[in-house]
């Protein structure tokens, strides 16, 4: 059996890659050793958000031998933390309107590549009696969304309709009585993990060695140019080294600590203003629309559908803090809630189970307020930007042009690199998205609870077969691991054997289990079993152990919430996850 | 409505509090909203936290312990606690209605007992159907039942972890021997089981006419392949002829049969909670399905201070025809968070009589949960010892730390300064303070 250690040591892009899983290999919990890659790649990419893997798998497909690490897992950090939307950036149109053609356009290509990662989003704008001249409004409002209704044949996206009272609370009765009107607009949404996921996993399928849980503790810096990295396994702590002709930096907030790395004073040429931005997130689905609000200092914010949740955000504020450490302070929270409250009601009535924090990367300037500094991205190639050779990085952007950003980013590598071949992600399907998949047909004379095998057909498009083959027999396939977010137990075995799944929190990042309205109450317990019996617990000592770990992930992103019925919810919760796991903190 | 005392919550320490005042010779009502954490328990009692493989205590050296480390815990409102928890234990088990718990006084050392992820676990008193697989008693084999066809209950993972957790407690020298852990082929819930996806719904099969016997006879097969001195079944010994059934199988099968503690709410915390409802209507006090919908109008005004006042009644039911409940004393066991005894929402309350909350020693005002709790949701939160704070009698406080009223009561959960899942008594403050408020409010 090969150990990760040996993986560490021989892997190269040429041998032939089975899957994450084995690349992650087993333990043996002992041997702590440096050693090298023994072949240089061309191209180190470090991040794994959308960036990072967008970039590696670009490149794979152009011919060139990548090295993908990240610290955590897929998407794990400011992608993750994101709205989770492939749009065009309304909010962006004033200032920045380069930017809104940029997404619209990419925008349109990532559904082309991802169809079945993307969900419309029909967002309501609506317009209150109580604004001072709701008629002017809703004529500006109008006004607006018709300079936006110009870029949305580049993202298939419909054209905006104006709605009288009767029909925009007829769509959402929820809805505040106050509604005078309504405009729509149309926009697209993603499970951001599950984008970054199916990158990694084209990436590795084009011949890239992947490694999530792998950090860059320090670069190889020879004769002024960054000649490698070494590397360090955050859950067995085995380290190792990497060379190659380019390392390519796409840690979005963490840029700076990461160019930091070489020692050169790198960091300066990628200078950054980070945004927090928090979202709270809801136990229910509350309608299918999406609806825009209008903070207290004139923000626009939204409360929006996303499985069986829905999802209130977001902030935008200067972050001083670590990027590993982003709490969620009970004003942000205070601030969202009450803008949402005022035009849908039915809101709070619901349970926020849970808020998460994200930075974004945005590029430094001085004198702006937040919400105009530039969601433009910028390359930054150290060589000539005051050095060191071989690095280069990247800052700023957003979700919905990553591809495009990524493109261009394996545009800079490949030219250093001598590597003609043009890139291909505009057009190559993701794996999943080669083409749709009949819920129906796949159930039809089998166990398999619709709703879940539904859930399983939109993470994994056309793979679903191989996830339900994973079933630990077919009388098993229909067995559902987490009920709140409809996700089988077989596709917990194929994220463990094919998805490189080595925590309970990369789990329910690649499948939403645990992130429901029981916070893994229900299901974690089960789970935890499941990655133990697959061998995926590397370096945890019990499938106990992996289960706290998930309970103090999940506590730290509810604690920061905790109000009305959240928390009977929370202090039956806490009894559950204390029973589940005494047994661990006792021996 | 007229009775001598009404009490709020029930729950364990509402229904111990009504029992005790009834057995005074009062007329006693129940008023409850619907069932709260009680029925969410596994039915389990433990006096304090005692670490499995530490040094064989008796809950009543485990209570001593307890109160060494934890001042603000209500165990130090009672002089002479555990005298005062071994009357309020025996009182609970004296009546003829009362569920059959196992376990003694705080004198014995607790049963260890299996919990159903293979983890151990000590209960000062247990149902019977858990009781019957102490582990203190020695055995050569353990089956544990995989159920074939319940896919909640993973077999094999559990009789690993039963058998690393015996291990452990046999090298820290609790238990004498570790027994062989086998586990057990049940093909009985095959054909049943699409829908079957709680421990509860399982267990409500075996209710049925007919059930048992074909049950027993399904373990008689199993056990022909693979013999054992105990067998170990998830909690899904139906909900309402548990003992029956179980008494059935064992004698058919000539082995001892026990259920694992759930760690998740299931059947054994129904069964609980019914059976506090037998004693109550055993009893003779009615239990009123409403929520306290009102407070009399002066009693938010008060809660500023000032004189000790007296209440007459409380407003229940829906806003439409709200019913007035009129006593001479009045006992709140309403619960923390899940009973809705602390209410969720700012500023800090009480949800009946408004109250102000307590935590870390002091009243709350707008402070956020985020405040009240730390990095290791295991770890003591502060937010989980919220509550009321109390006088020697059990009467709850205003602000300037006087008691409001003169004839009302707080039991439970409800009280500040004690963390269930840290200390591990929760139930032991019900019974304890259930006793107590029920006779000091039966002596108005």
Known sequence: MTTSLDLFCEQSAEKPVASLREQNGETDGTEVAACLFREPFDAIVIGGGCNGTGTARDLALRGVRVLLVEKSTWGAGTTGASSGMIHGGLRYLEYDREVTRKSCLDSGYIQKIASHLLFRIPFIMPVLRTDPHPDRTLALVETFFEAYDKFQPLKNGKPHTRLSRDEVLALEPGLTADVYGAVTMDEWGIDPFRLCVANAISAMESGAVVRNHTEVTGFIVEAGRVVGVRLEDTIDHRIGEARARVVVNTTGPWGMRTAALARTGAERAVRMRPGKGIHLVLDRRLSDYAVLATTLDARAVFVMPHENSSTIGTTDDDFFGSPDRIDVLEDEVEYLLEAVGRVFPSASGARITYAFAGLRPTIFEFRKIEDKLTRDHRIVDHEVAGGPAGLVSMIGGKLAAYRLMSEELADLVAEKIGVAAPCRTAELPLPGGEREIDVDALVAGRTIPLAAAGRAVYRHGTRVADVLGAAASESRVGIVACACEGVLEAEVRYGCRKEGVRTLPDLARHTRLGLGACQGARCAARAADVLEEEGALVGAPSSSAALREFFVWRWREMSAVLAGAQLAEAELWRWIGAASTRGDNES | ?444
Request: glycine share 12%; hydrophobic share 45%; proline share 5%.
């Open chain 2, 1 to 444: 409505m007229k009775a001598d005392v009404a009490v709020i919550g029930g729950g364990v320490a509402g229904t111990v509090a009504a029992l005790r005042a009834r057995a005074a010779g009062r007329q006693v009502v129940v008023l409850s909203a619907g069932w709260g954490a009680s029925a969410l328990t596994s039915g389990c009692v433990g006096l304090a936290h005692q670490a499995i493989c530490g040094p064989s205590r008796t809950g009543r050296e485990a209570v001593t312990a307890l109160l060494r480390t934890s001042s603000a815990h209500p165990y130090n409102l009672v002089p002479g606690v555990t005298n005062a928890l071994s009357e309020a234990i025996r009182f609970f088990r004296a009546g003829p209605a009362s569920p059959p718990l196992r376990g003694a006084s705080p004198d014995d050392l607790p049963l260890l007992l299996a919990d159903d992820r293979g983890g151990l676990r000590l209960a000062d008193l247990a149902a019977e159907s858990h009781a019957r697989g102490d582990l203190r008693k020695s055995h050569a084999t353990i089956g544990v039942v995989d159920p074939i066809g319940l896919s909640w209950f993973q077999a094999h993972s559990v009789a690993k972890g039963l058998s690393r957790s015996l291990a452990a407690a046999c090298s820290a020298g609790v238990i004498s021997a570790a027994p062989n852990v086998a586990v057990v082929g049940l093909d009985y819930f095959r054909r049943q089981s699409d829908s079957l996806t709680t421990a509860t719904d399982s267990a409500r099969l075996l209710d049925v006419e007919g059930a048992a016997a074909r049950f027993s006879a399904a373990i008689g097969e199993a056990l022909a392949l693979a013999p054992v001195d105990l067998l170990l079944f998830p909690p899904l010994i139906g909900v309402d002829a548990t003992d029956a059934i179980l008494d059935r199988i064992e004698a058919e099968n000539k082995v001892v049969c026990a259920e694992m503690v759930g760690t998740s709410p299931g059947p054994s915390g129904l069964r609980f909670q019914r059976a506090l409802e037998a004693m109550l209507a055993h009893a003779g006090v009615p239990i009123i399905r409403a929520r306290v919908s009102a407070a009399p109008d002066d009693c938010v005004a008060a809660l500023s201070g000032g004189r000790t006042r007296t209440l007459a009644r409380l407003a229940c039911g829906d806003g439409a025809a709200p019913k007035n409940v009129e006593a001479r004393a009045f006992v709140l066991a309403s619960g923390r968070y899940i009973g809705g005894g602390v209410e969720g929402t700012r500023p800090w309350a009480e949800g009946v009589l408004g109250f102000p909350i307590a935590a870390r020693g002091e009243f709350l005002e707008r402070e956020s949960s985020a405040a009240l709790t730390r990095d290791d949701p295991f770890e003591a939160q502060s937010l989980f010892a919220a509550g009321v704070r109390v006088d020697a009698e059990l009467r709850p406080l205003a602000r300037d730390r006087r008691p409001l009223y003169a004839n009302v009561f707080a039991a439970g959960d409800l009280l500040a300064g004690h963390d269930g899942v840290v200390d591990g008594s929760a139930m032991g403050v019900a019974l304890l303070t259930g006793h107590l408020a029920g006779r000091n409010a039966a002596a108005i």
